[in-house]
């Protein structure tokens, strides 16, 4: 099953793959998935989506709070997948764990706002998952671009590392070249499909000081410095 981890508002899309010998999912209005592990904390049904007999994917629910469950199947919408007794501190295959999504106080980096450098970015909040059972190493995906548009900067940070439920440093990828004044648009994730807005970082950039000749023919052709 992946992901492993998702937020308690809900929404992670998860793939179940068969574990089995015999690939058994079945194509129909009644497969589904159900969270809970037994019948005093079942959550609600969530419809199914077939992908494979082998591969089915299905959305969690809202939870209350930060809280595991195990994951079950049905084809029938009756007979469901056995699944861990239950889902305590230690990880299982079948386990699903809902976490608090983290709150962001700020961006900062010990290089300044220089542009052309790689920055190490801090990152800090609260509620940074840390429980590495379930939550993926975090990936940070930096935006940047003019004020028109924002541009993924070659995609993931090189380096996400986690200090504490508080704090984490995300490293930018390589050089950022902004003709203008302009900022990176930090997110971050902690199951590589839902991210948050961490915050936004100011870069300076690069400044036109002097032009020589001020002034050319209307032909073209005058070579400015």
Not at 57 to 81: E, H
Not at 144 to 168: I, Y
């Amino acid at each position: 099953m992946a992901p492993k981890a998702g937020p308690v508002s809900g929404g992670t899309l998860l793939t179940i793959t068969s574990s089995g010998t015999v690939a058994n999912f079945i194509s129909s209005e009644s497969l589904v998935c159900r969270f809970g592990n037994d019948e005093t904390t079942y959550l609600p049904i969530s419809p199914a989506t077939w992908i494979t007999a082998s591969k089915v994917q299905c959305l969690t629910p809202t939870v209350v709070s930060t809280t595991k469950a195990a994951i079950q199947v049905s084809n029938n919408g009756q007979d469901f997948t056995t699944t861990a007794s239950s889902c305590g501190s230690s990880y299982s295959a079948d386990c699903f764990m809902w976490y608090t999504e983290p709150a962001y106080s700020g961006v900062t980096s010990a290089t300044g706002s220089k542009v052309n450098v790689q920055h190490v970015l801090t990152l800090s909040g609260v509620n940074f998952c840390t429980d590495a059972a379930f939550c993926d190493v975090p990936t940070c995906v930096i935006y940047g671009g003019d004020r028109h548009e924002r541009r993924p900067h070659s995609g993931k940070s090189s380096t996400v590392v986690v200090s504490s439920g508080s704090s984490m440093t995300c490293t930018t990828p390589g050089e950022l070249f902004l003709l203008n004044t302009g900022s990176l648009l930090v997110t971050v994730s902690f199951n590589r499909q839902q991210f948050d807005k961490a915050g936004a970082f100011a870069l300076e950039g690069m400044t036109i000081t002097n032009i020589h000749p001020s002034a050319g023919s209307t032909s073209g052709h005058t070579l400015v410095t």
